[in-house]
């Protein structure tokens, strides 16, 4: 069994630690800093030996290098990113492309190039562990914006994560889930299962709590992104949502 702490860090940013008790290995899945993280982990006795990024944005990839230096007290640390990045971030030791396998123990993380918010953005998919880090590409009730790709793009990642099983625990690198979840009423305001969900996001939010990991299936049912029915809706349910 995977552990998943979640590290909230600047003002909307999750980093992810992974932890598995057999191996005693821990990932740190997109370090936009690195003091916290490191906290996060001395806290409960584990030390970080791999660092996963999914793609170069700063808030991303900050952390590396701190954490890398770190790591030299206990044995190191490898950084593993997306191939088409690695210029953009510098500090990869690995870099991997559509179907490389990424391991932590036992447990292997396949490789999803899923281009769009960033030109060469990945996913890494635990599918035997029914997890996904999806970065900035899918958020609970969203999807990233399009710095460097298109909606055709958008709109096959989409597809590719709405193929997955429900019950894949989603996990995204931002807290945006309330405004997602507002701009969808606007767009689906009788959907049952969105006017549901938004209830339960307003009252988490307003305890200052985290709305995500998501899942799959909860996706499927309240994300306008994933339901947008083709490139063109996609598009303009992505333009709306830049422009409000
Ligand atoms: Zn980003
Ligand atoms: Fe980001």
């Not at 281009?115 to 890494?124: F, K, R, V």
Request: proline share 4%.
């Amino acid at each position: 069994m995977l552990e998943v702490v979640r590290v909230p860090v600047l003002s909307d940013n999750y980093v992810w630690l992974i932890h598995d008790s057999v191996s005693a290995e821990t990932v740190a899945v997109d370090p936009a800093v690195a003091e916290p993280v490191l906290q996060a982990a001395a806290a409960r006795g584990w030390t970080i030996g791999q660092i996963w990024n999914t793609h170069w944005h700063g808030d991303h990839v900050g952390g590396n290098a701190g954490i890398k230096a770190a790591a030299k007290a206990w044995g190191g640390c490898t950084i593993t990113g997306p191939a088409a990045e690695a210029a953009r971030i510098g500090s990869l030791d690995r870099t991997v492309r559509e179907g490389a396998s990424v391991g932590i123990g036992d447990h292997v993380a396949r490789v999803m190039e899923v281009p769009a918010h960033t030109a060469g953005h990945i996913a890494y998919h635990l599918p035997d562990d029914g997890m996904i880090f999806v970065g900035d590409t899918l958020f609970a009730m969203g999807c990233g914006r399009l710095f460097e790709g298109t909606p055709a793009q958008m709109f096959a990642n989409m597809q590719r994560f709405a193929a997955l099983p429900d019950d894949t625990t989603v996990y995204c690198a931002h807290e945006y889930t309330q405004s997602n979840g507002r701009f969808a009423l606007t767009v689906e305001p009788d959907n049952m299962a969105l006017r549901e969900r938004m209830e339960a996001v307003d009252t988490a939010r307003a305890r200052d709590e985290a709305t995500v990991p998501t899942t799959i299936g909860l996706e499927r049912d309240t994300n306008i992104f994933m339901r947008a029915r083709n490139v063109a809706e996609l598009a303009q349910r992505r333009a709306a949502k830049d422009a409000g």
